[in-house]
């Protein structure tokens, strides 16, 4: 199949499911991303999209794969995160060397001195394309928050955020998190794990996030002891 008549059929499918869920839908072209610009085009939507999109187009596509997340993404996200620890180095350098930094006087110097959000960062970077099994290793996410490592294993999921089990905007949920404790935002993503499983047993269907649930609880049960 050409990619003209994929295309097509993509904006078709995407159109119908609106349609048929009764909410807006915005105008759909080739640079159209629906994560970001269709209206509660969440998790649950997306891997419905693609079963819909497997059978117009007589391919298969795993379910647990979210095409519409572009790879390109993560490559541009990296090239900036190296971009900002080349900047970083270089302002370090820079005071260090106003401050007569040269001689003697122990460490801390340069980047190793950043402290925890600089260590963050650049573990983030191959979290991006660590293999989804090895999400749970603690000696394959060592420098992250377990925050960070949940957030990662959801959105790879077909599970919803937990700031839209609540109906919160991304900016109140972020927010929300800054206020509380590790531990209340721990319990939040857990419960949301939770509501997941009932609804996948309420609705009778294929629980194709086990294996991330399986993920999840594994890093809670690490973070906790």
Sequence with gaps: MDPATLKEKLIAVIGQIQTNSGLECPPLTGATKPVENVPKFDSKVWAAATTIL????????PNDVNIF????????????????EFSLGAFMSEGKGKRGGGGGGGGG??????????????????LLFLE??????????????PLVVLHHIVVRAPIPLPHTLHGWQAAEYVRWIEEHSEEEALTLIDGGLTHWEKTCEAEDTHDSAAGYVVLARSVLANTRG
């Design 109 to 126: 110097g340069g980047l190793d001195g950043a402290g925890s959000e600089y260590r963050a960062l650049r573990a983030l970077r191959p």
């Design 132 to 145: 989804t099994p090895r999400l749970a290793e603690p000696s394959a996410t060592a420098g992250l928050p």
């Design 69 to 84: 997340v572009d790879e390109t993404t993560k490559l541009q996200l990296t090239r900036d995160m190296t971009e900002l």
């Design 54 to 61: 497997a059978t117009e187009i007589g391919k298969a596509i």
